[in-house]
C-alpha cells in the first residue's frame, strides 16, 4: 500500500528537549490509516498534525476500544536516527488489538508506516544524549454504533513528541507504594494488553499514592492481592541473591519491551535469570534480610528506575541504603549506549531509519 504524503505548511518551532514536559509538544505531521470490513485497511496517509473528526457515537468513546504502544526514535553520534526492537512494539499491538477485538493492520506494513513516519520528523529527533523522539502508535475503533457488536471501523495513527531525558539529576531512587486496595488487572483480563482502559482502572491508585509523595504504586496480583506484578506503567525488578528476579508473564503483567532486553542482555552477561511468583512477603523479608541487593523498574520511557524503598501497609523497608546500585547503573549504561548508538549493538537491537 502507498503512503500519500502531505507537508505542512506552517512548520513549527522546535521546543528546547532539555525542558520539554513529557508527551505535550507535537511534531509536525501524523500517520493515519482507515479501517472498514468491507475495504479493509485503506488511505495510509502522513498528514499535518490537527485535530480529528470522529462522530461522538464512536465507540472509542464508550466502550474503550483502544490500544496503544510506546517506543522512541534515537539519535547516535554519527547524526544517524534509529530505533530500538520496533518489531516487538508491533507485535504487542497486535497481541493487544486481538484481545479487544480491534482489527490489527499488517504488521510489516505497520512498521514501515512508523519507519517512514519518522523519516518525514527526522528533523524532530534531538541530539542531546537522553533525549529522543517518543512515537505514539494508537488503535482504535471509530463506528458510531452503541450496539455491542464487533468493529467494522477503525482507525490506526501514529503521533510524536520529543522528550528531554527522564533524569535530569541523575538516576535517582524512588520509593514505591505497595497498592494493597485497588487492583490493575486480573489473569483473563486485559492486563498483557496494552490497552487505555488498564490506566483507566489504575488511575486512582497512582493519584492516591501521588498525594502520599510516592512516586509509583507496585502492584500486586488481582485476585489474592498476594503476588508482585509490576509498576504504574513499568515491570519490577530484583537483584536477588546475585540472580537477576523478576515475576513471570502470566496474563496480567505487561510484556515490555525493556524487561525482555534486559533479561536477555543478563544472560548474555552470564547472569542467572529466574522469572517467578513472587509472594509479596518473601520479596519485603528479602529486602529487611538484605537478600535483595538492588530493586528497579523498567520501561521504555525511563529505561531503568532505582527503586530505594517499598512501603506495604505499616511495612517499610529499604534497599540497597536508598542508593543505585552497580548491576542497575551498569544495565542502564549498556542499554542506553545501545539506543543512542554510543557502543555496538550487538544484539542486532536497532534499525536505522533513512
Ligand atoms: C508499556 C508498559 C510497560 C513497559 O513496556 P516497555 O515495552 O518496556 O516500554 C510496563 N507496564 C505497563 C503497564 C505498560 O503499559
Redesign the pocket.
Known sequence: MEIKITLTQNPKAKPDPATVPFGVAFTDHMFLMDYDSENGWHDARIVPFADLSLSPGAVVFHYGAEVFE?LKAYRTPGGAVQLFRPEE?MK?MSQSAERLCLPMPDEAFALEALKKFVEVEKEWVPEAYGTSLYLRPVLFGTEANLSLHDIHQAMFMIIACPVGSYYKNGLMPVELLIENEDVRAVRGGTGFA?CGG?YAAAARAGSRAEEKGFSQVLWLDGVERKYVE??????IMFKWNGRLVTPELNGSI?P????KSILEMAKSWGVETVERQIPVNEMMEACRNGEIEEAFC????AVVTPVGGFTYGEQKVTVNNNKIGAFTQKLYDNLTGIQWGKQDDTFGWTVTVK
Do not use: I, S
Not at 515490555?256 to 524487561?259: E, I, K, S
Open positions: 510506546g512494539n504487542r496494552k488498564n509490576e509498576g504504574g506503567g513499568m515491570n505487561l515490555g519491551v525493556t524487561r523498567c520501561g521504555t520511557a
